[in-house]
């Protein structure tokens, strides 16, 4: 079996990972919808999205092997880390839920990355501001679609409703990790290379308030919890989806296709 | 190719270089090739051969890596090679780079050309009322406005679904980038 690689979790790396692990979780979650969503252009939705998602994650994952000069690329960084060497906000790892819980952490997450990318535009590294430079298109285009979902389900039927009210309590514990301070944003956020996500946090409220106003939903308070996925130390979920990820390489060491 | 053949000046050689590559053509969209779409950036006469910067569509695009070899594939079948593809991210690749050329294939092609794209930097407000869309979008068959989007997404990442109302026939459409 493939060994895990040693990651150097200097902290410019661990900021690069939160961002391109978040998006690389969350696209394997959304590729469990293939064959699966209610409606066949929903399907090609979550796809499309998964396959943006991927292509930004992969972007900066490369970035990152490069910033941290152990000569790791970026299918050793997607595929040979140990789960308390990802990064990425809890919130994505969660299982795929129903499509109201699809829906609904598309557009929080959407709205996070967006607002991520905005700011990264103007990172002093130059190689993230280019990536950033494209993925908020695509972020934009995400939020959009899945903000409309969200108004559609929330303002919809009797049933839709109390799926998307369901969602909504369920995810709603998994914020205050979003925009909890830490040393690792605070050196990012000093050396330029991006912001601090907790500076984020009075747009990403905005924004996710007037999406929830639309669809007659109201704002949960603010859960005491506090998850941990952007330290590493991941929910019970986590595990699965790594070893579904990862079993090709871990099995047939360099695999290609 | 000929052992005689003379050496030909790099100007000669880089023109010759974009004729080719306007044969080269985007695998999900062979109606247009990779100059129409605008991704080919710069073609450049390097001690070591040519280099071609292309700068990619959409971050995922699977296209990307079949275009890479495509495109060497042709210039060295032109015997224009050796040659090498770079990728400049920055400034990011948007619609409006598609020639007028290019929009007028899609279209002839059977699908709607992108309109213009948001001016980068501009504020993008979330539209929270579906029906409310940006400009219409006109039918590759007959020309009618008179249309409305089935889905947002569609068969490759640079695309969405359309149906006309008047002629009924179904359509895609290139996303504004």
New interface residues.
């Given amino acids: 079996m493939q060994a895990s690689i040693e990651l150097d979790r200097r902290a410019d790396v661990q900021y690069l990972l939160r961002i391109a692990d978040t998006g690389l979780i969350l696209a394997q979650r959304l590729g469990e919808w293939c064959g699966h969503a209610p409606a066949l ?1 929903e399907d ?2 979550m796809t ?2 998964a ?6 994650a ?2 900066l994952l490369t970035r990152a092997g490069q910033i941290e000069g152990r000569a790791h690329d970026e299918d050793q960084l997607a595929f040979l880390r140990d789960e308390r060497d990802y990064f990425n906000a809890t919130l994505v790892e969660l299982p795929r839920g129903d499509f109201a819980f699809s829906v609904l952490r598309n557009a929080m997450v959407a709205t996070l990355l967006k607002l991520l990318w905005e700011k990264l535009e103007s990172s002093s590294d ?2 993230v ?3 950033a ?3 908020i ?2 972020a ?2 995400h ?3 899945a ?2 979902w969200v ?2 389900l929330g303002d919809g039927t009797d049933e839709s409703r109390s799926r998307m009210e369901a969602a909504l309590a369920q995810l709603w514990r998994y914020v205050p990790e979003l925009f909890a301070a830490d040393a690792i944003d605070e050196e990012a956020r000093a050396s330029g290379l991006g912001p601090a996500w907790s500076e984020l946090r009075e747009a990403w409220f905005a ?1 996710m308030g ?2 929830l106003e ?1 669809a007659t939903l109201a704002m949960p308070a603010e859960s005491a919890f506090m998850s941990t996925g952007k330290r590493g130390v991941h929910s019970e979920h986590m595990g699965y989806i790594l070893a579904e990820m990862q079993h090709l390489q871990r099995a047939y060491p360099g695999g290609v296709w | 190719m000929s052992a005689l053949h003379m050496p030909i000046v790099d100007e000669a050689r880089v023109a010759h270089a974009w004729q080719v590559l306007d044969t080269v053509l985007d695998p999900e969209v062979p109606a247009l090739s990779v100059c129409d779409l605008g991704i080919v950036r710069e073609v450049l006469p390097r001690a070591q051969g040519l280099e071609i910067v292309l700068t990619p569509t959409y971050s995922g695009c699977p296209a990307t890596e079949v275009i890479e070899r495509s495109v060497l594939e042709a210039i060295d079948a032109a015997g224009l090679g050796p040659a090498r593809v770079t990728l400049r991210r920055a400034p990011a690749w948007t619609t409006d780079w598609i020639s007028a050329e290019g929009k007028r294939k899609l279209r002839d092609y059977g699908i709607a050309p992108p309109g213009a794209a948001a001016l980068p930097g501009a504020a993008v407000p979330i539209r929270l009322v579906r029906r409310q869309a940006a400009a219409p979008v006109a039918c590759p068959h007959c020309g009618s406005a008179h249309t409305e989007r089935l889905s947002a997404f569609g068969s490759t990442a640079c695309k969405s679904l359309y149906r006309c109302l008047d002629c009924r026939e179904p359509f895609e459409h290139f996303k504004p980038l």
């Fill in positions: 252009e090609i939705a499309n999205m396959l943006d998602l991927v292509g930004q992969r972007a130059a190689e501001a280019a990536i430079a494209k993925a298109k695509e934009r285009y939020q959009q679609h903000a409309d108004v559609r924004e007037s999406v639309e």
